[in-house]
């Protein structure tokens, strides 16, 4: 008789409620528990907890769990002012007190540092955010349930495609949170929802803006009705159809005016979304770096000049550098907006060899570099090469700032002060800036370097 393999049946029923407490929130926000002498994450957890939780993910090293219930809450958590959260997926920090968010943050950023041998650092002060209303642009999403024959406007829901039906969110602009149940209600009335992709909708400080994606050509009634909308509210409106052309359909152009400076920008256009944190971050990036006027400074991932301009009020000379042209081209035009002759941009891959660069060939004395959550693998290691005594490091992820400082230190720098930016409140969002200086041991060795190549020359 022929045996056939049959598989093993898991015994493991991941599916089995049970009692875990909490020990601690890890860097995301989420509750961490210890079963099976391993690691259990839980969402909306809070340490000091007890929690009855299903097993939903088992792997070797770490399992994830779903809050079924708070058994023994803790003494800091508090009740979501946003009725939406238990749905949405904008925020899930809302369950604890903003002031302990910041704690909590900033107590984060100093552990993955701390990896990097720099448990002794003292902290700086965090700069803080209002708690609502600090939001200055959002993507809304659509879609069309052909179901309920309904539009659904809001935000991605938890860890799901679906969306939340949102039309009043707490931590938005309030001059644009009074815009979406106008907006919705426009939308819905048009001949094609299908056709429709997502909103976005920006303040700039004194504008407000609408930018409209759609999948088919919009009908002249449905283009009427959008100038109507632009007219009454006050509101740019732009349009993004399939030949990815932004379109301004009605209304004046975007421009900031923040930092001491004028920055024209396209809604589609990356910009810091807490005005008055951005405010406060650049003004201390500047503080941080002590410009003189005898400075050349490197501004690399410059974006638009947010802080490039801010820089070249002071500095003798700002190089900034970016990755995308259009950005280049629009910096550029920003620095003749305000009258900054001693500012250049430059477009450049960072992770590609620049050494060869124009920009590249010239010496610096500061650096400032804001990266993408990648970081800034490739450059970061050429901190040294490029001369700079002073790097201000603004990161938007604390994995890649520790793992960037690294290098910084195995060239000769020392972090000299860290602090947490509250950008994002009631998310696990976390901004930072730090700042390192060369030290006297690796400016004389480097001093040496350069003398002795002088000397190989004759």
């Known amino acids: 008789m022929a045996n056939f393999y049959q598989a093993k049946k898991n015994t493991q029923n991941i599916q089995k409620h049970q009692v875990v ?19 259990m994450f839980v969402e909306g957890a809070l340490p000091q907890e007890k929690v009855l939780v299903q097993p939903i993910e088992e792997k070797s090293k770490y399992s994830r769990a779903k809050m079924i219930s708070i058994q ?18 904008g925020c899930n920090m809302q369950h604890l007190d903003h002031d302990d968010q910041i704690t909590h943050k900033t107590a984060s950023l100093h552990q993955l540092m701390a990896k990097f041998g720099q448990a002794n650092l003292t902290m700086s002060e965090p700069i803080l955010s209002p708690a609502t209303g600090y939001r200055r642009r959002a993507r809304i999403s659509m879609m069309f349930d052909a179901k309920t024959q309904q539009l659904q406007f809001g935000f991605r829901q938890k860890a799901s495609k679906q969306i939340a039906n949102v039309t009043d969110c707490p931590v938005l602009e309030p001059t644009l949170n009074e815009l979406l149940p106008t907006i919705k209600s426009m939308l819905v009335a048009f001949d094609n929802p299908r056709a429709l992709g997502h ?10 803006a609408l930018l409209l994606r759609h999948t088919a050509e919009l009908t002249a009634k449905e283009q009427q009705s959008l100038v109507a909308f632009a007219q009454q509210h006050d509101t740019t409106v732009y349009l993004l159809g399939n030949s990815a052309e932004l379109d301004c359909l009605s209304g004046e152009p975007l421009q900031s005016i923040e930092t001491g400076n004028k920055i ?19 003004a201390q990036a500047v503080s941080w770096l002590n410009i003189t006027k005898n400075d050349r400074i490197l501004d690399l991932f410059c974006g638009l000049g947010n802080f490039s301009l801010a820089l070249a009020q002071q500095a003798q000379s700002v190089i900034g550098v970016e ?3 259009a950005m280049v081209e629009r910096a550029r035009s920003n620095a003749q907006i305000n009258q900054l002759n001693n500012l250049e941009f430059y477009q450049a891959d960072l992770e ?9 060939k010239k010496a610096f004395d500061k650096v400032l570099l804001d990266p993408a959550r990648a970081g800034a693998s490739g450059i970061i290691d050429k901190m040294a090469e490029l001369g700079a005594k002073t790097v201000v490091y603004v990161s938007c992820n604390p994995s890649t700032l520790a793992r960037d400082s690294h290098s910084l230190q195995s060239q000769g720098y020392e972090l000299k002060k860290l602090g947490m930016i509250d950008m994002f409140p009631h998310t696990s969002h976390l901004e930072s800036m730090a700042l390192f200086e060369k030290t006297a041991k690796a400016e004389k060795k480097n001093s040496k370097r350069k003398n002795t190549a002088k000397l190989k020359l004759f």
């Open 21 to 39: 407490t909490i020990d601690k929130l890890d860097h995301q926000g989420a509750g961490i528990a210890y079963h099976n002498n391993k690691p």
């Open 72 to 89: 023994e809450a803790s003494a800091k958590r508090v009740e979501p002012f946003c009725p939406h959260y238990q749905r949405c997926g």
């Open 199 to 208: 909103i976005e909708v920006v303040f700039d400080g004194q504008r407000k």
């Open 264 to 282: 024209d920008f396209l809604p589609t256009d990356f910009i810091q979304v807490n005005q008055s944190v951005n405010q406060a971050m650049v």
């Open 323 to 325: 990755g995308i042209q």
């Open 352 to 360: 590609q060899d620049f050494t060869q660069a124009v920009w590249a």
